[in-house]
């Protein structure tokens, strides 16, 4: 094909060539389209055809002065992109309430049974979800804890305040900063984690093996990462706060110069222990989150790999909007208490 374009090609320019397809058996749609190609899609001044050839030519002809009907331009396309963009939500929020129901139930059945348990999921997820994210969560709330202390005082200082220092820190890690934090590197480290394991075991059919053999997802995938998040989140919300209220006490020797026994024996007296607890029930109650979310979307990859990436990308969006958005909810409900 490419040498016959190639002889093709320098006759393009010959206005005065006589065209003689007379001689010529047997000619095809291909091969009247490289002739007309080579004639510049117009049929030259002299040209001699056989029968049945005309009728070809004829065709190619009209069918290069056919236009393509423009797109109709939808008045309301955003409604319907809104009304699909609602029914998907809806689906979600429904196979999503489906999933809490099934946890509920393999967590009683699991609560009636817990000698026959899956204690080597838990123990496994506990480690990945919560040992080793220590490092990354003490990092960043050391790194927090500085930041903020050093803003703070840079202000307490213009209203002679900087005994107050130690109030600021206290209740805004203890509360809010430390569960939030935890939430979010816990959401973007371990929640992919989850999703892409689970997204790989369809892709791999090991998900449809299970079912084959009679083993429960919930039971024994499901249940396991809710159960080891909801005990690690705590533990890592105390990791967490004592990293960063560490930073924080290292910047406030270094800028205000307090020192570090009285930032010790005043934090107890302005954080009532009642943030310790709503701490720690926010933490448990944003690893749940966690979990499930990401399991159900996780569940919801089909076997190809581009459904396993966007999946993992909006497991981890959603993961850390649903803990944001029940850390406001927390904020409201608990509004007053541990003042």
Known sequence: MKAIDGCLAPLKDKQAVEWDLSGIDMLDHVGAQLLWSAWDYKRPAKLKLANGQEEIFKRIEAAGKLEMPRARKERFGWVTSLGFGILHFLEHMRGFVQLIGSVVQDVGRFAGNPRRGPWREISANIFHAGFQALGITALVGFLIGVVLSYLSAQQLRNFGGDIYLVNLL???????????????????????????????????????????MGISHGYRLIMPKVVALAISMPLLVIWTDAAALIGGMIAAKVELNLSVRYFIMKLPQVVPLANYYIGLFKGAVFGMLIAMVSCHFGLRIQPNTESLGRGTTTSVVTAITVVILANAVFAIVFNGVGY
């Open 170 to 212: 206290g209740m805004s890690i203890v509360r809010e900063l430390g569960p939030l934090m935890a939430a979010i590197l816990v959401a973007g480290r371990s929640g992919s984690a989850i999703t892409a394991q689970l997204g790989v075991m369809r892709v791999t059919e090991e998900l449809d093996a299970m079912l084959v």
